[in-house]
């Protein structure tokens, strides 16, 4: 059996296994829902979010412990994962091939031949994984922090550092020096002039990081196709916002492979650019056996990491498809132990210039654009984040915008934020309390367990709810109800309607109604006659049958009595009450009577208000609703508290 | 051209091998959930700590078929297994632990008409009848009233306490006025369960005449303070004015019941007793004067049996014969 | 055409050599990568926020110079304070040789010192220059202004002020802020505090004028101290008098100095205007806060009971209402 077919049936059988988790990624107890599924399995063998969330929070959350096994497999064999087990690397591969059939022989190994841009994917690796190493630097600047391990991790770092920096561009002999002067000089800066604003960090790796990247626009966008047309995972259509966004990368990553196979591979992909790294000193590599090669290129027509097999093979751009060893017709490929007979070279291609200058990017970039004061004052009050998510500077540390828990919520109502957020918070999770069917559920923690970073951390329904140990801290809230009394129909327009306070979850609810009579409009009538409990109007003024709905009221009005009597029924010119208008009242010459409705008008009450939004997604006034929430409130930053005593 | 070596070959099939061990961890931990995460349920455990693959659904708990017009569920309905019983009800978890406790279900309900008034539905899962009925009768009230459910059950103000098939439930209510209520909750309770045959206990061989049949409960364990009776069913006459406890139990074997006979008989000397008689009719039969009560040991075939701390002398001897004469007939 | 060079030592031999160095390359990074995996494995995830364990500001009060109050009349602010002091005993009873003192100030507005609204900048220099004749080492001043810090401390006179007399000045960032929980305290829990001014404090003398104020009915020295809270504090005007009172648990002062030289009688706490203040010729030094602002209400015309936060503080031991029974050492400089 040849080891391309094998690669490929790994290939297929990884893809299917990542669809079949997307597909179980639904809410239920059924065999194709959620169970017990390891849904985040590919998101927990990523590398790059382990790695990330260690530089950010210094640990290395459950789950993504199975990165080591992709470590670990990755500098004993090199890029296999790319190659072998990638569901978007698999993507492309399919693409590239239906892309180059057709093709001549030459024209493919053109395709294939190494590009100087492969080395942007360096760059882009630097430059989102950087802004995380803000926060490391904080805490070294911060002597109150440091204790052996911290002190273990930073001379890691520095090791590391040093590693690197003598490869890159290895010819130049100062690369060490200005590197770790550079280092140094942004600590100092931090630490003498106290530069508070300098060190923020962020997790950005998952905005390009293809493994989040494919789960969230198979998940956004592919899913809720199929929803609509077979209702594969759900009844009802599921929205997202943003869909332009995400199928725009997608799509262009995907149909650039016809031009170039493996495009994003090649040159964007920051995950790739890791393993490149970090297989440097792989036991096994592809190679020449020995150096008595034609030149015929024929390795290169079906290279997929246009690693240039046939001259000196760059180890990092070999992504193990081993089609080179087919391909060609002397033998001469195979996956040795020995470095290729014609050479290799095990390092990217950065220049040291490159190599600082995203560096620098990297971690100015986060503290640039918390000059925004979205973390502080200038916070978005429509940004409403899950039940149990982080305050907002921990939660950007840990988020790898998988879309997992948007793609999880049986109600729909977490979306990808595109705009609320900025681009630190691009794709992360912002409940759209319209979207779906109904707010936040009061009995639901799904998100919170299904987060693979625990950038929503797992919370018990007890300490969502506020029982039980949690019941001093109260419950979880995530923003405050507000009516808007200039839309809301009892309110502005003397319309009965108390839809939000029905539904309201809580118990006792949160929105509580005020008993109040307006008059309706033209609602002052003149009486011809009164008998028993029916009255006759001096003219034909009132709509037939419009105030028998049990909400109208006659007010009935004599020097300082008055009484208000329901209407059952009427017509043009007489009203049907439901019980007699009392005697002392109807005198002979009552002429008026005054038309009233009874409205309940709704008040919140923030004491008890979690945020959940049902009341916004039940509301009538379906555009710009008359009870909205906003993050006023909610219990992960104390201080966007409401109130002073609040729970 | 490349000839597929047979290095190649075995690596590529370990691969496929491998791929076939991750279909099957993948297909083995799918099952590995915990259902009752999925029923909303509320575990105490603290600090928000992480449970796999544990995802509530939305509203469930007890049928709401079987909640009475008048009340509406306060709150989720609440589980609790052996580790965790005692977060629900602290020292008294012992009880039910050592009688077989499988699981509790409780949950709050509250009155429509005023919010004041509550009530609790606790659901005590045990291992089998016997286990039920043991924890029913041992907790019994003082002063409670039997309540016609059509199983053992009585009420006092302001709780209903009931037992069936292996299930005992207890009723209890914030205030006084949800009398109705709670009876008519109780009663759909047991009419949703499948009808359970009463099994033929020992307790149906005491004589019926003078029983205060709600007087029967099952002990389980240390019974009237000797270790070596456990699983005794008592149960009151009322004689003349006298109260007759009398006692019931059947053993694996006869030989183990005449043992057992012998081995309390002793226990009772030692503690200050002595032998005062027999029943006339029933040989191995002993009465012992302990202080100034009365105590008639008895067996006959697999049951052990007699009276316990009488009074009256005459009144403990005719319970014990008429209880004997049971037995006989029981044993033909 | 194969090109062996015999130079160069057997391919296989050297192809085992570096097989061998990169399997220790790898081998370490793999020791790597896992190390760290193990060290920083966290199972359970982050927890719920959890309050902070009570972190007390330490107790600045000087125990050996026993509880006293003095009140020392007359027009000029260094007069009266110079008397008072050493009515008390002289601030040597109070700081020490040594002693790094920090001098909390009102400066929550930026408006001049003629409007009474912040502390009397030449009442601060002179404290200070006291502190250094007595032997401090150091003295900071400090106040987490309401409006622009930079602005505040300018225009009130206080930086100047600070600075001539050779004062630091604390100007409240964000690194300052800690989160601190006041045992006892119903609001301070877990709530940002300019904890960070404390850093190697020994004494803290708090001078504060004596103002009228529309939500407490006052603001004395015991309301001073909300200059030391953070985050967003006008959340507690709802229910100022027991904030108070926190306020007097979170601080144990050596000293508070009541400045009613001139008192803010109407529209406090800005006034606006002179026509607010009244001249009420006292100067008051305290041990005891709750004292000190006891005998601060008669300057605008109040009672102690007039003023809830009072006996909130002293119901809850921050010191005693009763300035009488202190025996009050008055002085007159004419």
């Known amino acids: 059996m040849r080891i391309t077919t094998v690669r490929r049936i790994t290939q297929i059988f990884f893809f299917v296994l990542f669809i079949w988790f997307c597909i179980a990624s639904t809410f239920g107890q059924s065999f194709w829902q959620l169970r017990g599924w390891p849904v985040n399995w590919f998101l927990e063998l990523d590398p790059l979010a382990a790695l990330g969330t260690i530089l950010t929070t210094r640990t290395l959350y459950s789950g993504l412990l199975w990165a080591i096994a992709t470590v670990v497999l990755t500098v004993v064999l090199g890029r296999f994962f790319c190659g072998w087990l990638c569901p978007f690397g698999a993507m492309h591969h399919l693409i590239g091939y239906l892309g180059s059939r057709g093709r001549s022989v030459r024209e493919k190994i053109a395709a294939n031949r190494y590009m100087g841009a492969q080395r942007i994917k360096y760059y882009l690796l630097l430059v989102l994984l950087c802004p995380a190493l803000g926060a490391f630097v904080l805490n070294i600047a911060d002597s109150s922090t440091w204790d052996p391990l911290s002190i273990a991790c930073v001379l890691c770092l520095l090791a590391i550092s040093v590693a690197v920096s003598q490869k890159v561009d290895p010819v130049s002999r100062r690369p060490i020096t200005v590197f770790i002067g550079l280092a140094v000089l942004w600590v100092a800066a931090g630490y003498f002039l106290k530069l508070d604003g300098a060190f923020s960090a962020s997790l950005m790796t998952g905005l390009l990081d293809p493994i989040p990247l494919v789960y969230r626009s198979v998940n956004f966008l592919l899913l809720p196709f199929a929803d609509s047309a077979f209702h594969l995972t759900s009844a009802a259509q599921r929205h997202y916002e943003g869909p332009w966004l995400t199928a725009f990368v997608f799509f262009s990553a995907l149909i650039l492979n016809l031009a170039i196979p493996r495009f994003y591979c090649r040159f964007l992909c920051p995950l790739g650019a890791f393993f490149g790294i970090l297989g440097r000193y792989a036991l096994w590599r592809v190679g020449k056996k020995t150096a008595q090669c034609s030149q015929c290129s024929l390795c290169d027509s079906r290279c997929e990491g246009a690693c240039d097999p046939a001259g000196r093979i760059r180890i990092p751009e070999c992504v193990l498809c081993m089609n080179c060893l087919y391909t060609c017709h002397e033998d001469l490929m195979g996956y040795n132990t020995f470095r290729s007979a014609s050479g290799e070279s095990i390092s990217p291609d950065l220049s040291r210039r490159g190599f600082i200058t995203a560096a620098v990017c990297g971690i100015a970039a986060v503290p640039m654009l918390r000059i925004d004061g979205k973390l502080s004052q200038n916070y978005d009050p429509a940004l409403i984040r899950p039940p149990g998510s982080l305050a907002e500077p921990e939660f950007l540390n840990r988020c790898i915008r998988c879309g997992q828990c948007a793609r999880v919520c049986p109600t729909n109502v977490i979306q990808p934020d595109i705009t609320k957020a900025g681009i630190e918070g691009l794709w992360t999770p912002a409940l759209n309390m319209r979207t779906g069917s109904s707010g936040c559920q009061m009995n639901c923690t799904a998100c919170s367990h299904i987060c693979p970073t625990a950038a929503i951390r797992p919370i018990s329904l007890e300490e969502k709810l506020g029982r039980g140990v949690f019941e001093k801290t109260g419950p979880i809230r995530i923003g405050t109800a507000f009516i808007d009394r200039s839309r809301c129909l009892p309110w502005a327009m003397d319309k009965p309607c108390i839809v939000c306070q029905e539904n309201c979850p809580v118990s006792p609810k949160a929105i509580f109604a005020k008993e109040s009579f307006a008059t309706v409009r033209d609602g002052n009538l003149d009486v011809a006659e009164i008998s028993g409990a029916s009255v006759l109007l001096a003219k034909p003024v009132l709509q037939p049958d419009r105030f028998g709905t049990g909400d109208f009221f006659v007010l009935v009005q004599s020097g300082d009595n008055f009484a208000r009597t329901r209407i059952l029924s009427n017509s043009q010119k007489s009203i049907i009450l439901e019980s007699r208008i009392s005697p002392e009242l109807t005198t002979a010459d009552l002429k008026k009577l005054v038309l009233q409705v009874r409205l309940q008008t709704p008040q919140i009450d923030p004491d008890l208000c979690t945020g959940c939004g049902i009341c916004e997604h039940e509301c009538p006034v379906s555009g710009l609703r008359a009870v909205r929430v906003s993050a006023e409130g909610e219990s992960r930053n104390k201080k966007h508290s409401l109130l002073l005593n609040r729970k | 051209m490349r000839r597929t070596g047979i290095a190649e070959t075995c690596i590529g099939i370990l691969i496929l091998a491998l791929l076939a061990g991750i279909t099957g961890w993948v297909y083995f931990a799918q099952s590995l959930f915990d259902p009752g995460f999925y029923s909303v349920s509320l575990r105490e455990e603290g600090n928000g700590s992480y449970r796999k693959n544990s995802l509530p659904s939305p509203g469930s708990g007890p049928a709401s078929a079987l909640i009475p017009e008048n009340l509406i569920p306060m709150g989720p309905e609440e589980t609790f297994d052996s580790e965790t019983l005692s977060d629900k009800i602290d020292g008294k978890a012992e009880l039910y632990l050592s009688s077989g406790f499988v699981k509790l279900r409780a949950r709050r309900f509250v009155s429509k008409a005023d919010p004041k008034s509550w009530l609790e539905l606790f659901i005590y899962e045990m291992a089998d009848p016997t286990k039920a009925f043991s924890v029913y009768s041992s907790q019994k009230r003082k002063d409670s009233k039997p309540v016609d459910l059509g199983v053992s059950a009585y009420a006092t103000e302001d709780a209903l306490f009931f037992t069936n098939g292996p299930k005992y439930f207890e009723i209890i209510s914030a205030s006084k006025d949800l009398g109705e209520a709670m009876t008519s909750l109780a009663k759909n309770l047991v009419e949703a369960e499948p009808k359970y045959t009463e099994q033929q206990t020992e307790a149906s061989l005491f004589p019926l005449e003078s029983l205060d049949e709600s007087s029967i409960s099952l002990h389980m364990s240390d019974v009237f303070g000797f270790s070596k009776l456990d699983r005794v069913y008592t149960a009151s006459y009322g004689v003349g004015v006298a109260q007759v406890t009398a006692f019931l139990s059947k053993r694996e074997s006869a030989q183990e019941a005449a043992d057992l006979a012998a081995a309390y008989g002793r226990f009772l000397l030692e503690n200050g007793g002595v032998e005062a008689g027999e029943i006339p009719g029933a040989p191995d039969s002993r009465i012992y004067k302990v202080f100034d009560t009365y105590e008639v040991v008895l067996h006959r075939g697999k049951f052990l049996a007699g009276t316990h701390e009488v009074d009256n002398m005459e009144s403990a001897k005719d319970v014990a014969s008429r209880i004997y004469g049971k037995l006989e007939e029981a044993g033909r | ?334």
């Not at chain 3, 309301?223 to 009172?245: E, P």
């Open chain 3, 1 to 334: 055409m194969r090109n062996i060079s015999k130079d160069h030592p057997p391919q296989w031999e050297m192809n085992r050599r570096d097989f061998l160095i990169r399997s220790a390359k790898a081998g370490i990074t793999l020791g790597a990568a896992t190390a760290i995996g193990y060290l920083l494995y966290d199972p359970a995830g982050p927890g719920a926020p959890v309050e902070k364990s009570s972190v007390a500001l330490p107790d600045f009060s000087v125990p050996e110079a026993g509880r006293k109050i003095a009140i020392a009349t007359g027009d000029d602010r260094i007069k009266t304070v110079n008397a008072a002091l050493k009515a008390l005993g002289g601030i040597e009873c109070f700081v020490k040789k040594g002693d790094r003192v920090l001098i909390k100030v009102n400066a929550a507005f930026a408006t001049p010192p003629s409007l009474c609204a912040t502390t009397n900048p030449e009442l601060l220099a002179e404290v200070t220059h006291l502190c250094f004749r007595a032997g401090a080492t150091a003295v900071a001043v400090t106040d987490n202004s309401i409006n622009n810090p930079e602005s505040c401390f300018a225009l009130s006179g206080i930086g100047d002020a600070a600075q001539s007399s050779g004062a630091d000045l604390i100007v409240p960032r964000e690194s300052l802020f800690s989160n601190i929980t006041v045992p006892g305290s119903n609001f301070i829990r877990n709530w940002p505090v300019l904890f960070g001014a404390f850093h190697g404090v020994t004494k803290l003398i708090g001078i504060a004028p004596v103002k009228d104020h529309h939500r407490s009915g006052a603001s004395m020295s015991m309301k001073n101290w909300y200059g030391f809270i953070g985050g967003r504090r006008n959340i507690f005007h709802q229910d100022i008098h027991t904030f108070i009172k926190d306020l007097a648990l979170m601080i144990r002062p050596t000293l508070v100095i009541l400045d009613g030289i001139f008192a803010m009688i109407s529209n406090g706490p800005t006034g606006g205007s002179v026509s607010d203040l009244k001249q009420t010729h006292t100067m008051i030094v305290s041990t005891d806060q709750v004292a000190a602002d006891a005998a601060g209400s008669a300057l605008l015309g109040k009672t102690p009971a007039d003023l809830p936060f009072i006996a909130k503080a002293e119901q809850a031991g921050a010191g005693t209402s009763d300035f009488e029974a202190l025996s009050p050492l008055r002085v007159s400089t004419g």
